[in-house]
Antibody, heavy 114, light 112 residues
Framework: EVQLVESGGGLVRPGGSLRLSCAAS????????MNWVRQAPGKGLEWVGR??????????DYAAPVKGRVTISRDDSKNTLFLQMNSLKTEDTAVYYC?????WGQGTLVTVSS | DIVLTQSPLSLPVTPGEPASISCRSS???????????LDWYVQKPGQSPQVLIY???NRASGVPDRFSGSGSGTDFTLKISRVEAEDVGVYYC?????????FGQGTRLEIK
């Protein structure tokens, strides 16, 4: 059974940093192209970024609103995906999901507020 | 960037009646290998999204056969042959052809 478990969310001040994790199981993590998707309160889904598998080049792409402020990485030895978020803004407040193939985690809430 | 436009944004349906959601793309989602890179998801209240249809018309494992996806290129449709109370939620199309990946605005299905 595929499982994706996000963690690391919380309350952070504007300008602060946060590192999210997504622990994966039930599939060959190293072969998967992994995505981060977010959902602001009461809003729709917004793609944040993607990291390809190392065998496919490991390319990382980001959405324009977060480019330069976030870094996606992966640790295939630990089956874990990361999202390092810096210079956080109030508009980054959202539930952050990891997405692999068509499977989603339960999400972790990030609140940026003073 | 590819933009997906869903309609309607709100869909009240009587149980047992059919429902249809349109998703139009600003660019063709037809890959050179013949697949349409368009997926459909539903997000039920308080839950994460879950896949219904992948590559335009393929029903995901465990999805009831009352759900079907059709279309090609820029015009896609999700159909529910007979709506049930458990189908309440927000339905999203998502293009996975090119970066940046993108979602439609979502269609909220409610029961009359």
């Amino acid at each position: 059974e595929v499982q994706l478990v996000e963690s690391g969310g919380g309350l952070v001040r504007p300008g602060g940093s946060l590192r999210l994790s997504c622990a994966a199981s039930g599939f060959t993590f190293s072969d998967a192209w992994m995505n981060w998707v977010r959902q602001a309160p009461g809003k729709g889904l917004e793609w944040v970024g993607r990291i390809k598998s190392k065998s496919d080049g490991g390319t990382i792409d980001y959405a324009a609103p977060v480019k330069g402020r976030v870094t996606i990485s992966r640790d295939d030895s630990k089956n874990t995906l990361f999202l390092q978020m810096n210079s956080l803004k109030t508009e980054d407040t959202a539930v952050y999901y990891c997405l692999a193939f068509d499977y989603w985690g339960q999400g972790t809430l990030v609140t940026v507020s003073s | 960037d590819i933009v997906l436009t869903q309609s309607p944004l709100s869909l009240p349906v009587t149980p047992g009646e059919p429902a249809s959601i349109s998703c139009r793309s600003s660019q063709s989602l037809l890959h050179s290998k013949g697949n349409n890179f368009l997926d459909w998801y539903v997000q039920k209240p308080g839950q994460s999204p879950q896949v219904l249809i992948y590559l335009g018309s393929n029903r995901a494992s465990g999805v009831p056969d009352r759900f079907s996806g059709s279309g090609s290129g820029t015009d896609f449709t999700l159909k529910i042959s007979r709506v049930e109370a458990e189908d309440v939620g927000v339905y999203y199309c998502m293009q996975v052809l090119q970066i940046p990946l993108a979602f439609g605005q979502g269609t909220r299905l409610e029961i009359k």
